[in-house]
């Protein structure tokens, strides 16, 4: 079975969108910002309004790149560009490792720039255009895995000697899912995932700033998690209101970013948290569909990547809130006090609205499911 990767008909209609943009979709994203901004200055206002003033820049800044990844032609980054993405990724990473600032123990910002949050874009554009152009399922091991697993590899090595564990495992979930989605067999990811689960638990306790974590969550040492499970508790389920949280008098450290769903939900209760977790599922919805009604396989592929990344990011954050997982420092999406990851997502975001816009239109009564997988969302094979 051939895959057609980029069918003349397609590249003639480049840039002649179909469809406006998943209006649900950008919805539900900039009242997460909305959100964002919201809780940020709540969490903060004692403080003065340095930390609104902020957040407003970098919130602007974020909308433009979600403007323009919107109007950029995804396609066109399926190309030579993705390789010089990722080639610009790895020459910012080793520069981080070897000249980043330290902070907390790790080193990953070099100037205001967080690179570990653009090497998770950066490494979904590679492994879409690389699944898109090159994969077929009669390949073996050698053809099918080995080049996106370097390239993976590569990546997931460059942040966690910063050490990043939490971003690594982001990493690592999300290039598995473009693996699945890319078509390689289960044996292979299966042999994959046991490998790195073994590596993962060797490199945690290499690292002593990422061993420290896991020890003193084991042990139940967690002042932070559990002051963020007193804040989401004492809540209850309507919440104290807008601005009367008290966590964030230093009881809670870093609220406005590792733990701001624990200021959601000490402020605006279990509702308020439901909620916030509701967009979030519709955002997970909302990519999945754009991803299956995608024309071409890159676009399938890079609108199903982001999207899984941005859902697991906020699984993660949201663990961490409850005392589910070790801290890992990783943002809510969106809704984080935040730079370098709110601006990422929102142009990642911007390019899974860009991949709506050439979709496929659904007709009453008629599938359009483009996948090879069965089930809500990619229920029946097709080459592309």
């Known amino acids: 079975m051939q895959l057609t990767i980029l069918p003349n008909r397609f590249l003639k209609s480049a840039d002649k969108p179909r469809q406006p943009v998943d209006t649900i979709l950008l919805l539900a994203t900039l009242t997460l910002v909305t959100i964002g901004v919201i809780m940020v200055y709540s969490s903060t206002f004692y403080e003065g309004d340095r930390y609104l003033r902020w957040e407003i820049l970098r919130v602007a800044i974020g909308v433009a790149a979600l403007f323009i990844g919107t109007k950029i032609r995804y396609i066109r980054l ?4 993705r390789n010089i993405i ?11 490792v070897i000249l980043g600032r330290r902070v907390a123990g790790a080193k990953r910002w070099i100037g205001f720039i967080q690179p570990a949050e653009v090497a998770k874009l950066s490494l979904i554009f590679w492994l879409a255009g690389f699944f898109a152009r090159s994969q077929h399922p009669e390949n073996g091991f050698k053809k099918q895995v080995l080049p996106p697993l370097a390239v993976t590899l590569v990546i997931i090595a460059l942040t966690i000697i910063q050490p990043a564990v939490g971003t690594s495992l982001i990493l690592f979930v999300t290039s598995m899912t473009m693996f699945f989605l890319g078509g390689v067999r289960m044996k292979y990811l299966l042999i994959i995932g046991m490998i790195a689960i073994v590596g993962f638990l060797v490199l945690i306790f290499v ?9 003193n969550f084991w042990q139940g040492d967690r002042y932070q998690q559990e002051q963020s499970r007193i804040g989401i508790g004492s809540g209850g389920l309507i919440g104290k209101g807008l601005g009367e949280g008290r966590q964030k008098f230093k009881f809670l450290p870093k609220l406005a970013t590792d733990f701001i769903f624990a200021a959601v939900g000490e402020e605006f209760g279990f509702l308020g948290s439901v909620v916030l977790f509701l967009l979030f599922l519709i955002i997970l919805d909302r990519g999945l ?8 396989h890159f676009g399938f592929l890079l609108a199903g990547g982001i999207t899984v990344m941005l859902f697991v990011y906020a699984l993660i954050h949201i663990g961490v809130a409850l005392g589910i997982v070790p801290p890992t420092g990783q ?16 142009f ?3 390019q899974v609205l860009n991949v709506s816009k050439f979709g496929i239109r659904r007709a009453r009564g008629i599938s359009y499911n483009r996948g090879w997988y069965r089930g809500p969302y990619f ?3 097709r080459p592309w």
């Open 86 to 96: 990722f080639l610009i990724t790895v020459i910012i990473l080793l520069a981080t």
């Open 348 to 350: 990642a975001l911007g």
């Open 379 to 381: 229920p029946r094979a």
């Open 207 to 215: 690292f002593p700033h990422s061993r420290y974590r896991i020890i």
């Open 289 to 296: 569909k754009i991803a299956q009604s995608a024309d071409d």
């Open 78 to 81: 399926s190309g030579n560009a």
């Open 331 to 346: 943002p809510l999406p969106f809704v984080s006090y935040g730079g370098s990851a709110l601006v990422t997502n929102l």
